[in-house]
């Protein structure tokens, strides 16, 4: 199985950051010592050669390939006619065997990172299975006690009287332009799309969730949401905040989710919101790295202080973060014209992607104090955001219930693309758990699968030995 996020191997780290930034500044000391004792010397190359090794090692193939061109250029060719025939050769064989070493370990870096996300992807299938037993022998238990009625129609809430109440059949434009609201139980999830797009990218999870007689609510935000006027991100939290707090007076539990820049949303209102009974996580982005993102992002944000960000739009291209190709094929004819699609707008403004980005850093900068019972679904394969975003969260996060989920057969939007049926089906299941466990005053939905019951456990045991590490 091939996998484009391989060249996103680098976790985030600081400590990374300085241990290279460090090698560099000490191979230029190094290199410039060598050049005042002996004028012309292409040795003097060598230390950077040996610091572009280093910082392979430390964050990657990009940089260490431009330290490994400076030793080339300024630290020692434009002297080579100067140069003895001797150092000449010492030189080159250093920039020959640091070329060769930095490859190797970019190839060995890249493969382990595969055979992490690999194992990832076998463990959560893995658990799912056993959670499905689980779920057999319990249905087996109580195959003789009586089933609970039917629950009763509810009227809409009197705050949600301009949202559409939808049925299986409603059109999607309905989807496209209105908050939507699916009235079932006591128990309400707010969902939040994706940055400038509607409610219909969670169209088929809305629908799954209130179909196990969940309460849905999509709120299109104002200057969030696409055909609004655009708001900054305090406005977004504001809003968001808003829609918890009117639903939170209302249902018993409240979970709160999304997808892309909605759970990134999801992420920021759970660190202020902390008595929400669960947090779904969909692609959540907490850095544009994934493999389709272009190299020159980071100048398109630059343009954000210039005029051009009243007049320039990033516009969405293949494959966009879908990996099925029919309903790819669908959202490019709509991208050709200018319409809303499944993944939301045809392009985005500047002031939406730097807002977007101050959200990043504000929901990242507070994983910490999030101690929500937490599930993350990610696929190894994300072309908008890499797994380590997802992992990021899972390594940080203080929730003491934590769930994670990958796929490899699917690139950004999960809610749409190949594996869909097994996000809902896998949201639904934990948000009815952690209900269930709350129900019970804390107490773990029952387990009646042995197997799934010594995979829990070595779960919890692998997560205190990992925080006593950290």
Request: hydrophobic fraction near 45%.
């Amino acid at each position: 199985m091939k996998i484009q996020n391989l060249r996103s191997w680098v976790p985030y780290s600081q400590k990374r950051r300085l241990a290279a930034l460090t090698a560099l500044l000490v191979a230029a000391a190094a290199s410039a010592a060598i050049y005042l004792l002996s004028p012309g010397s292409v040795i003097s190359a060598t230390p950077l050669f040996a610091a572009a090794v280093v910082i392979e090692c430390a964050v990657g193939l990009a940089p260490a390939l431009w330290t490994f061109t400076l030793a080339l250029g300024i630290g020692g060719m434009l002297v080579v006619p100067r140069s003895h025939s001797s150092e000449l050769f010492v030189t080159l064989g250093a920039g020959i065997v640091a070329l060769a070493l930095i490859l190797l370990i970019e190839a060995l870096q890249r493969a382990r990172y595969g055979v992490r996300l690999v194992g990832s992807v076998a463990r959560s299938r893995y658990e799912i299975l056993l959670r499905q037993d689980n779920a057999r022998s319990l249905a087996h238990r109580a195959a003789g006690e009586t089933l609970r009625s039917e629950r009763e129609a509810t009227l809409p809430d009197p705050e949600y009287a301009s949202s559409a109440q939808l049925s299986a059949g409603a059109s999607s434009d309905d989807w496209r332009r209105c908050s939507i609201h699916l009235p079932g139980d006591e128990h309400a999830v707010l969902l939040f799309h994706g940055m400038s797009s509607s409610p219909l990218e969670l169209r088929y999870l809305a629908r799954f969730l209130n179909d196990k007689g969940f309460t849905v609510r999509i709120p299109m935000l104002n200057g969030y949401s696409v055909d609004s006027s655009e708001g900054n991100m305090e406005e977004w939290i504001e809003a968001a905040l808003r829609e918890f707090d009117l639903l939170a007076a209302r249902y018993r539990h409240v979970s709160i989710g999304g997808l892309s820049m909605g759970a990134t949303l999801a992420l920021r209102i759970a660190q202020d919101r902390p008595r929400a009974r669960s947090l779904a996580l969909l692609s959540v982005s907490l850095a544009f790295d994934g493999w389709a993102i272009p190299w020159y992002l980071d100048l398109i944000n630059l343009m954000y202080y210039t005029p051009l960000r009243r007049h320039y739009r990033y516009r969405e291209s293949a494959p966009f973060g879908l990996r099925n190709e029919a309903l790819r094929a669908k959202v490019a004819r709509a991208v050709e014209r200018d319409a809303l699609s499944e993944i939301g707008p045809p392009s985005l403004s500047l002031t939406a992607i730097h807002e977007g980005g101050r959200l990043m850093s504000s929901a990242a900068a507070g994983i910490e104090a999030v101690s929500t019972a937490t599930l993350v679904v990610q696929a190894i394969d994300d072309d908008t955001t890499s797994p380590h975003n997802a992992l990021r969260v899972l390594e940080r996060i203080s929730a003491a219930t934590t769930r994670a989920v990958w796929l490899d057969d699917s690139y950004h939007i999960v809610t749409s693309d190949n594996e869909r049926e097994l996000v809902a089906l896998e949201t639904a299941a934990f948000l009815r758990e952690m209900e269930t466990s709350a129900v019970a005053s804390g107490v773990a939905c029952p387990i009646a699968s042995k197997a799934l019951a010594r995979w829990n456990r070595r779960n919890l045991d692998a997560r205190a030995g990992s925080r006593q590490a950290a």
